[in-house]
């Protein structure tokens, strides 16, 4: 496999290795031990899956206090503009953004630590998206961050369908209006 750091810190690509003949491929898509060695330091405790149409955004969402979650995601079938924002209280990249394509042919994945708002657009029908979480879900923990808002600068891609948000989505905060992520 092959990890790229991203300009912000914490956040890394991974590309597996495929391994692909005459009758189809096979790909390692985690090991705990390889993935320790290449700095991902996280113990995987949760898996989940979403289903979802072209035009649908999810995120920006994360768990607050000591329900905080790193993420391992990736695409397995149909594609996404996945993105992650800083929102670690004191850091130098504070509100800015990374955001990489995932999909089920490229087969990368984006790991992304605990202190990150996530999110991501499907750019395709029939889109089926994965991730690990180093920690349980807690819905008293939820958090989440306005996709559009203005201060973040995110461009997020046109696409030829409209936008389809969830009813709790679309009351996000702002970033100017949440509470920082701190590591305690």
């Given at each position: 496999?092959?990890i790229?750091?991203?300009?912000?810190?914490?956040?890394?690509?991974?590309?597996?290795?495929?391994?692909?003949?005459e009758?189809?491929?096979?790909?390692?898509?985690?090991?705990?031990?390889?993935?320790?060695?290449?700095?991902?330091?996280?113990?995987?405790?949760?898996?989940?899956?979403?289903?979802?149409?072209?035009?649908?955004?999810?995120?920006?969402h994360?768990?607050?206090?000591?329900?905080?979650?790193?993420?391992?995601?990736?695409?397995?079938?149909?594609?996404?503009?996945?993105?992650?924002?800083?929102?670690?209280?004191?850091?130098?990249?504070?509100?800015?953004?990374?955001?990489?394509?995932?999909?089920?042919?490229?087969?990368?994945?984006?790991?992304?630590?605990?202190?990150?708002?996530?999110?991501?657009?499907?750019?395709?029908?029939?889109?089926?998206?994965?991730?690990?979480?180093?920690?349980?879900?807690?819905?008293?923990?939820?958090?989440?961050?306005?996709?559009?808002d203005?201060?973040?600068?995110?461009?997020?891609?046109?696409?030829?369908?409209?936008?389809?948000?969830?009813?709790?989505?679309?009351?996000?905060?702002?970033?100017a209006?949440?509470?920082?992520?701190?590591?305690?």
């Amino acid at each position: 496999m092959r990890i790229r750091e991203l300009e912000v810190e914490g956040l890394k690509i991974i590309e597996p290795q495929v391994f692909g003949d005459e009758r189809g491929w096979f790909v390692e898509q985690y090991n705990a031990e390889r993935y320790k060695a290449a700095g991902i330091m996280a113990d995987f405790v949760q898996d989940n899956e979403s289903f979802s149409s072209k035009g649908v955004v999810r995120g920006l969402h994360w768990q607050a206090g000591e329900h905080c979650q790193a993420k391992l995601v990736r695409v397995i079938r149909g594609a996404v503009w996945d993105v992650a924002v800083d929102i670690r209280k004191g850091s130098p990249t504070f509100g800015k953004y990374v955001s990489v394509v995932l999909t089920g042919e490229n087969k990368k994945q984006f790991f992304i630590p605990r202190g990150f708002a996530h999110g991501f657009v499907v750019l395709e029908d029939s889109t089926l998206f994965s991730y690990k979480c180093d920690n349980l879900y807690c819905k008293e923990s939820e958090r989440g961050l306005m996709f559009n808002d203005p201060a973040l600068g995110i461009e997020w891609p046109e696409i030829d369908v409209a936008i389809k948000l969830s009813e709790k989505d679309r009351k996000h905060p702002s970033l100017a209006d949440i509470e920082a992520w701190e590591d305690k």
